[in-house]
């Protein structure tokens, strides 16, 4: 496991703070919003993503290194027991990846930091599956 040296910028500052972190969330969701390819991973969500949005917000800002702004909300996220009323397969946890990836693409994620960030969200991600495919 590489230990990043002391006084490095957390992945949050890296990202550009809570203003990177929003336009991440927002590019993200409004991809999965649009994008036809997402419709299993859509269809799991809200009529209006206003909520999702926010959550993921609160949730990224605290995961990346910077204000725990989910867990004063609503505690531990606890992300497998919160998602196992949802049907995730293989498919949705892809669709969820290729969003992510897109919108770290298109908000100018860093390359090395979209990659290690990459690695982090497909374990999450798996872990998060509850059906076979």
Known sequence: MQIDPPNT?????RIGGE????ALVDRFYDLMDLDPEAGELRALHPSTLDGSRDKLF??????????????????HPMLRARHLP????IKERDQWLACMQQAMNET????????RLAESFFGTADWMRNKGV
């Open 86 to 89: 949802f049907a995730i397969g």
């Open 108 to 115: 100018e994620v860093e390359p090395a930091l979209a990659q």
């Open 9 to 13: 910028p957390t992945p949050f500052e």
């Open 58 to 75: 609160w949730f990224l800002c605290g995961w990346l290194g910077g204000p725990q702004h989910y867990a004063d909300r609503f505690g």
């Open 19 to 22: 203003l990177g972190t929003r």
